[in-house]
């Protein structure tokens, strides 16, 4: 590769820690895990969801938390309101999955429906959200936010709970609670699935 071409690619990626960054890796790592949930079987699979099902609820938290109080300046309100209905269906839908048998046709046409969803959701975010954040905030400002995310994203909850989702307030006061209680939960479970 050309050094002129070398420069531009450096220049096309956003700088290390952006926030917008941070949520198009994990926007693409979903994409991802849904095509290994829809093309594994039996114990992969309920693993492979339970990834996805994790990183989906991990990501919506850190956003409502951190990215959608700087979306409603950048982006505006309605903006803001239409993405966190979107996750707050979601977060209905996912828990709903995560007591369906993967095994079962049930969850496969689920699952399908569901990644439509998901992948529509993103796209939204990616054309009309993160343009706005990434206009309307300086690069210090983006990287303090992805540290923000990060941080936000290690007291999240990893399970759905439809009653916080969608709702920034709601997440800041109660997520942190259910994020200790669902990574006590999901410890305890591995702990008891090792022979």
Known sequence: MSGAATTRDKAARPPEGDVVAILLAQHARIRELFA????????????AFDELRA???????AEEMIVRPV?????????????????WEASKVLAALEKTDVGSAEFDDRLRAF?????????REEREEFPTIRA????????????????????APTHPHPGTAGSS?????VGPLTGLADRVRDAIRAANARP
């Open 36 to 47: 290994e949930v829809e093309a594994a079987e039996g114990e992969r699979k309920r693993q």
């Open 115 to 123: 990644e439509k969803a998901v992948v529509d959701h993103a796209g």
């Open 169 to 173: 307030l709601a997440q800041w006061s």
């Open 136 to 155: 309307g905030r300086s690069e210090a400002e983006l990287r303090r936010m992805g540290t923000l995310v990060r941080a936000a994203e290690k007291i």
């Open 55 to 61: 990183l989906l609820v991990v990501h919506e938290t």
């Open 71 to 87: 979306a409603r300046d950048t982006a505006g309100r309605n903006e803001v309101e239409a993405r966190n209905h979107e996750e």
